[in-house]
């Protein structure tokens, strides 16, 4: 059974940066796709950001060029480097794995929160003007 549990979040000021951590257990991280997610008050939660077992990275809009999503080398962390944090990027964060096993994965299927099984509790970024 996977599970995966987030850490890093916090307080920070616009224009500053945070790493967020995923923690995976019962499956390495590149066993898998680890997808982030996040949710803001108010709204649906949104995809992210994604990386397959090859190393493919996906991102949304709306932080592609601030974020990178990478796989660290003990192979259980996959990690969310943010910077040039804006007030929009305030919500809880959260990263999920898919059972997918193929090496690479496209767009669509990164980008789908039903593509994913196993979800963290979250963490909390804020970020003031």
């Known amino acids: 059974q996977v599970q995966l549990a987030e850490s890093g979040g916090g307080l920070m000021q616009a224009g500053g940066s945070l790493r967020l951590s995923c923690a995976v257990s019962?499956?390495?991280?590149?066993?898998?796709?680890v997808g982030w997610f996040r949710q803001a008050p108010g709204k649906e939660r949104e995809f992210v950001s994604g990386?397959?077992?090859?190393?493919?990275?996906f991102y949304a809009g709306s932080v592609k060029g601030r974020f990178t999503i990478s796989r660290e080398n003990t192979k259980t962390i996959v990690s969310l480097q943010m910077s040039s944090l804006k007030p929009d990027d305030t919500a809880v964060y959260y990263c999920?794995?898919?059972?997918?096993?193929?090496?690479?994965?496209?767009?669509?299927?990164?980008?789908?929160?039903?593509?994913?099984?196993?979800w963290g509790q979250g963490t909390q970024v804020t970020v003031s003007p």
């Open positions: 990386i397959s077992r090859s190393g493919q990275t």
């Open positions: 019962g499956r390495t991280a590149a066993e898998t796709v």
């Open positions: 999920a794995s898919s059972p997918r096993t193929a090496f690479f994965a496209t767009s669509d299927y990164v980008t789908n929160q039903k593509s994913y099984v196993a």
